[in-house]
């Protein structure tokens, strides 16, 4: 079962515009987690937030968590090009157990 | 460290043949998880391996589904028979712990695409 969803499904920017992805998620965490994946590529970790954090920056990364409302967004700032990929967040179901992966948000930004 | 390694890249079978998908997780990494991706079904967790024991099977689709762990540097995941609703990218990934809280995620190999015909 899903436990992240992510929204939008697909964004299209143009180089140099901030984009803005949202994740809502079922139950109870204690982290979550970003990953981004170019085309016919694997996954890459891209940022972590534990349930105690509210916002969190890695370079152009930012991404915040709201445990009250479930959900969870990834800021991308002054897109470039090479930031087009999918990009999926994932939650263990609980404790110590596996990721559970949403189905991405494809964003393609346009030079 | 190569990363994790998976092969074949790429595998064009015909329905009821076997096919055996390989991985090479991290070296030092004590979990390693296989994942199907489709674009209907997303991401999901076929099965998992802690210090080469499996966890929980349960995602395992059908009996013509296996995956074994000999050792901590070695996964197979084999379908046998193959039918054409198995084609999808096959990926392996290994982690410190199943839920990557230490803050490192998980690192996943290039993905097998299986195309079974």
């Known amino acids: 079962s899903q436990q992240g969803e992510e929204d939008p499904q697909a964004l299209s920017i143009q180089e140099g515009e901030n984009a803005t992805m949202n994740c809502s998620y079922k139950?109870?965490?204690?982290?979550l987690q970003w990953y981004r994946q170019n085309s016919g590529r694997g996954l890459v970790h891209l940022i972590l937030i534990r349930s105690n954090e509210r916002e969190k920056h890695s370079g152009r990364l930012r991404v915040t968590l709201d445990t009250s409302k479930k959900s969870s967004s990834l800021l991308i700032t002054a897109s470039r090009a090479a930031d087009t990929a999918s990009y999926f967040c994932a939650t263990p179901s609980s404790g110590n157990t596996p990721l559970v992966f949403g189905k991405g948000t494809r964003l393609s930004v346009i030079a | 460290d190569a990363g994790v390694i998976q092969s074949p890249r790429h595998e064009v079978t015909e329905m009821g043949q076997e096919v055996t998908l390989r991985c090479k997780p991290i070296s030092g990494h004590d979990y390693l998880f296989w994942y199907r991706q489709t674009m209907m079904r997303g991401l999901e967790l076929l099965i998992y391996?802690?210090?080469?024991?499996?966890?929980?099977d349960s995602g395992m689709p059908e009996d013509r589904f296996s995956a074994k762990m000999p050792n901590a540097s070695f996964s197979t995941l084999k379908i046998q028979p193959s039918e054409p609703r198995d084609s999808a990218v096959y990926f392996c990934?290994?982690?410190?712990?199943?839920?990557?809280?230490?803050?490192?995620?998980?690192?996943f190999g290039s993905g097998t695409r299986l195309t079974v015909v």
């Open positions: 391996f802690n210090n080469n024991v499996p966890i929980d």
């Open positions: 139950t109870s965490i204690n982290n």
């Open positions: 990934a290994s982690s410190l712990s199943a839920a990557a809280g230490e803050g490192y995620g998980y690192t």
